[in-house]
Each structure stands twice: as structure tokens, then as C-alpha cells.
């Protein structure tokens, strides 16, 4: 069966940067797309981008680009989203996602989140 | 960017009630572009519908969508006690490519 696991929490200081992994399993990984989604507590999830894994194309959403990239590693199934400045603001839940699009434009299996802290 | 409305914002019912749920778009939205997410505390979240009235795979009849263009629907024809959620409407927009979430709906049990 698919699964996600993403890499653990993080606690960073304000201007730093963060990466977080994403190890996919259960399925050809270089037939979907993976996107990033934050959820701020309290707050609804936001869309922050996604990549074609396949041709490593990306697709930014306007408020992150200069500030976020988003990468794989076909070799190991895994998709890596680095976000840099980083302020208070970043604080939430940041989950990958597979992503089927085409026809249809959803995502249909979520990892279990990781815990991004900015705090000085 | 198109904005979407989701409406009410709690949604207080009993087991074995009718939920409807509503999801409004600033502009129109191709319904192969529109999908519902269930969300619980702690978890991520869970495809439900996509392409506005598709049953993902392991969701039950209860569930349906509905809807086209600036107006869409999530039915929940009978509350099981596992339903009690938030629930997030999101679409796609192809022009430029940018994707987004609705306010949610929270159902609670009252």
C-alpha cells in the first residue's frame, strides 16, 4: 500500500532554513506528482507547491516562490521541500502529498505531517 | 486567485442526521478540478470526493457531491459517529497554474 513518512519535528531560529523529506513507498514514484501543504494552527491548509517527478518540473504557489524549492531523489522514492528567511509566520504542520493530475487535479494520500517551530 | 467560501463554518448535528455542507467559488471552477477533504484533529487530511461528485476509493455512498461551476455541494446523507470532522473544499486553476483550499466546515456532534 502507498505511504509517506516525512522526516521529524524541527525547531529553527527566525531567518533560518528547513528542509523536510518525504520517503515515498508502494507505489512507482516517478508516476505521480508530490505537493507540499502547511497547515498554521488553528488555520486551514494552505498550498505551497508541487513537483513533477517524472521531469523534476515544479510549480510554486505565488506567495512562496524565491523562497521555497522543492526537489527528489528518485533513487531512494524521496521528495525533499526546502523553505529559507524563515519567520514566525512559518510555524505549522507541513505535510507532502501524492498528486494526481491530468484530468483530475487532487491529492490522494497525505504523509503524517511534520512539525516546523520558528522561534528565536 | 479564485477564493472559495465554504459555508456554515460549524455545522452542529446528531447521528443519523443530514449534512450539508457548501462550497462557493469567486469564479467558475471546472467540476474535474474540484475535490472535498475530511480532516480530525492531529491527522492529516483524507481525499473524499474529487472531480466534484467522485467517491474516492474506501468512502462511503453516504458520502456525495454535487454542483457545477461557482456552486458545490457535500452531502453526508446519514451521520456515523466517525464523520464528526472538519471538512475542506479545494480546487485547481489551470490560468495561472495555482491551487486552493476553502475555509472549512466543521461538523460537530451537538
Known amino acids: 500500500q502507498v505511504h509517506l513518512v516525512q522526516s521529524g519535528a524541527d525547531v529553527k531560529k527566525p531567518g533560518a532554513s528547513v528542509k523536510v523529506s518525504c520517503k515515498a513507498s508502494?507505489?512507482?514514484?516517478?508516476?505521480?506528482?508530490i505537493t507540499w501543504v502547511r497547515q498554521a494552527p488553528g488555520q486551514g491548509p494552505e498550498w505551497m507547491g508541487w513537483i513533477n517527478v517524472y521531469n523534476g518540473n515544479t510549480n510554486y504557489a505565488q506567495k512562496f516562490q524565491g523562497r521555497v524549492s522543492m526537489t527528489t531523489d528518485t533513487s531512494t522514492s524521496t521528495a525533499y521541500m526546502e523553505l529559507r528567511s524563515l519567520t514566525s509566520d512559518d510555524t505549522a504542520l507541513y505535510f507532502c502529498?501524492?498528486?494526481?493530475?491530468?484530468?483530475?487535479?487532487?491529492?490522494?494520500?497525505w504523509g503524517q505531517g511534520t512539525l516546523v517551530t520558528v522561534s528565536s | 486567485e479564485i477564493v472559495l467560501t465554504q459555508s456554515p463554518g460549524t455545522l452542529s448535528l446528531s447521528t443519523g442526521e443530514r449534512a450539508t455542507l457548501s462550497c462557493r467559488a469567486s469564479?467558475?471552477?471546472?467540476?474535474?478540478?474540484l475535490a472535498w477533504y475530511q480532516q480530525k484533529p492531529g491527522q492529516a487530511p483524507r481525499l473524499v470526493i474529487y472531480g466534484a461528485s467522485t467517491r474516492a476509493t474506501g468512502i462511503p455512498v453516504r458520502f456525495s457531491g454535487s454542483g457545477s461551476g461557482t456552486d458545490f455541494t457535500l452531502a453526508i446523507s446519514r451521520l456515523e459517529p466517525e464523520d464528526f470532522a472538519v471538512y475542506y473544499c479545494?480546487?485547481?486553476?489551470?490560468?495561472?497554474?495555482?491551487?486552493?483550499f476553502g475555509g472549512g466546515t466543521k461538523v460537530e456532534m451537538k
Open positions: 502529498a501524492r498528486f494526481v493530475s491530468g484530468f483530475y487535479y487532487y491529492f490522494d494520500f
Open positions: 508502494g507505489y512507482t514514484f516517478t508516476s505521480y506528482g
Open positions: 479545494q480546487q485547481y486553476d489551470s490560468s495561472p497554474p495555482e491551487l486552493t
Open positions: 469564479q467558475s471552477v471546472r467540476n474535474n478540478y
